[in-house]
């Protein structure tokens, strides 16, 4: 990897961090020179514009997530242990300072056209869709029910973790983590066999 590639790649982390704290609404060029001790066109050279940012800061976090989330699950047993380890490292990045990215930006943006809702529709989709395929990897094992609902059980689990965030961030409830906890027992219960 190249100097201008490792600038590139520790600008879009310190602009993550800014998004997490103040929305990508909240995030510009300018906020991230300042952040990075940086020239405005410099970073608009790697950038182009504010939207462009936007989508490639998105981007990077889901490749961060990824690699700190997603692929650890990957490295467990099929069913159930992959899907807590999942739960674990999400509750992990969900915890982090400011709360998740993608979980502000869903809020963001959910009424505003373009490009960057767009981002976050995709990213939004493939992570129910990476659970659906955890739920149906377990009842192809039978460790869960045959007549299981894979989309359903994937809704579920991921609004287990949307209302830990508010509950975390917003209403710094102390029992957020066990009471998460307890509900994704409750529905990894219905779903055995």
């Known amino acids: 990897m190249g100097k201008g590639e490792e600038t590139r790649l520790a600008v879009l982390d310190e602009a993550a961090s800014v998004a997490r704290a103040v929305g990508l609404g909240g995030l510009t060029i300018g906020t991230l020179a300042e952040r990075?001790?940086?020239?405005?066109?410099?970073?608009?050279?790697?950038?182009?514009?504010?939207?462009?940012?936007?989508?490639?800061?998105?981007?990077?976090?889901?490749?961060?997530?990824?690699?700190?989330?997603v692929r650890p699950a990957l490295g467990a047993p099929r069913g159930e242990p992959r899907l807590?380890?999942?739960f674990d490292g999400w509750l992990r990045w969900e915890a982090a300072p400011g709360g998740c990215l993608?979980?502000?930006?869903?809020?963001?943006?959910?009424?505003?056209?373009?490009?960057?809702?767009?981002?976050?529709v995709r990213g939004e989709r493939d992570m129910i869709d990476m659970i659906s395929t955890?739920?149906?990897a377990g009842i192809?094992?039978?460790?869960f029910r045959a007549d299981l609902d894979p989309g359903q059980a994937a809704y579920e689990f991921n609004g287990?973790?949307?209302?830990?965030?508010?509950?975390f961030h917003l209403l710094e409830?102390?029992?957020a983590e066990p009471r998460a906890r307890l509900a994704l027992d409750t529905l990894l219960d219905r779903?055995?066999?």
């Open 36 to 69: 990075t001790a940086l020239s405005k066109s410099g970073l608009f050279g790697h950038f182009k514009s504010k939207e462009s940012l936007q989508v490639q800061v998105l981007q990077h976090a889901r490749t961060r997530f990824v690699d700190h989330v």
């Open 84 to 86: 807590r380890v999942l």
């Open 102 to 120: 993608f979980v502000t930006a869903a809020a963001e943006f959910h009424h505003q056209p373009g490009v960057v809702r767009e981002e976050v």
């Open 134 to 136: 955890m739920f149906r």
């Open 140 to 143: 192809a094992d039978g460790a």
């Open 160 to 167: 287990i973790l949307l209302v830990f965030h508010q509950a």
């Open 173 to 175: 409830d102390e029992h």
């Open 191 to 193: 779903a055995r066999s």
